[in-house]
């Protein structure tokens, strides 16, 4: 054969192919499984966490997440008009149960009306909720035992009973 511009037609194309060794293939294949596992155990917790806020809301009750959450006067006034940390298309999307967590529980009762529907099996939801800080129950039908086990089983939360 002959050469073409100084070259042996014999030799194959340069060939930009990008080589990987297994090792590096098992390496990514467990960052990626890693990162999904963490991600079906946090679909998971938020699923338990919608069912809570279902059966709250089913007892007449409301919540308000971590980012909502004031513990002083003077955080209500640094959380006025704040915006939540995700963008409200993507809450709308996959629900605010998957980026942020209940820190209070309240069953709203006045001088006008009762919360009937709040019982002791009511505040029976309230253990998964890992990140509660407090819950109000005001005229309720929860008695003192219920207000016992929901203490035992979250003693960081406090608990009005007003």
């Known amino acids: 054969m002959a050469a073409v511009n100084g070259q042996n037609s014999t030799t194959e194309p340069n060939r930009s192919w990008v ?48 980012w909502e959450y004031c513990d002083s006067a003077s955080d209500v006034i640094e959380r006025l008009g704040r915006e939540p940390p995700v963008p409200k298309w993507v809450t709308e999307c996959l629900g605010n149960d998957l980026f942020y967590e209940v820190a209070e529980v309240s069953f709203p009762g006045g001088w006008q009306y009762t919360c009937p529907k709040c019982t002791d099996d009511t505040l029976a939801h309230l253990h998964r909720l890992n990140n509660l800080k407090l819950v109000s129950l005001q005229l309720t039908q929860v008695t003192d035992e219920g207000v016992d086990k929901l203490q035992k089983a979250s003693p960081r939360c406090e608990i009005d009973r007003r």
């Open 19 to 66: 080589r990987y060794s297994l090792r590096s293939l098992l390496l990514a294949v467990l960052a990626i499984s890693i990162g999904f596992a963490w991600l079906g155990h946090r679909i998971s917790v938020a699923r338990q966490q919608r069912a809570v806020v279902a059966a709250i809301h089913e007892a007449g009750g409301a919540v308000i997440y971590d």
